[in-house]
């Protein structure tokens, strides 16, 4: 249902951005956005669009990273700039997605994709 991608090997101060599509018999999403999972650590909210149309950043990223969507093709994008090494991470990006054909919205995760931020 997700499909994340985009992440990589960048230099400290570079740019990446990661995108993550949704597909299936979507009627429709109501929120979508990224966690993250550093090794050793627990993982947390990077950021996330609300089903009221705002935006949630981490205290840790706010200024740097960047999350929007394209609705037209149930897609949810992270530009990070300005990079560290302490934002070496897998990311993963959920979404709740409201089925065609049911009543209730389910949370979905992709895959995660490999960002590492070093020199």
């Known amino acids: 249902q997700l499909q994340a991608s985009g992440g990589g090997l960048v230099q400290p101060g570079g740019s990446l951005r990661v995108s993550c599509a949704a597909s299936?018999?979507?009627?429709?999403?109501?929120?979508m956005g990224w966690y993250r999972q550093a090794p050793g650590k627990q993982r947390e909210l990077v950021a996330g669009l609300t089903s009221t149309g705002g935006t949630i950043y981490a205290d840790a990223v706010k200024g740097r990273f960047t999350i929007s969507r394209d609705n037209a093709k149930n897609t949810v994008y992270l530009q990070m700039n300005g990079l560290k090494p302490e934002d070496t991470a897998i990311y993963y990006c959920?979404?709740?997605?409201?089925?065609?054909?049911?009543?209730?919205?389910?949370?979905?995760w992709g895959q995660g994709t490999q960002v590492t931020v070093s020199s």
């Open positions: 959920y979404a709740g997605i409201l089925s065609s054909g049911y009543v209730s919205t389910r949370l979905y």
């Open positions: 299936g018999s979507i009627f429709s999403i109501e929120v």
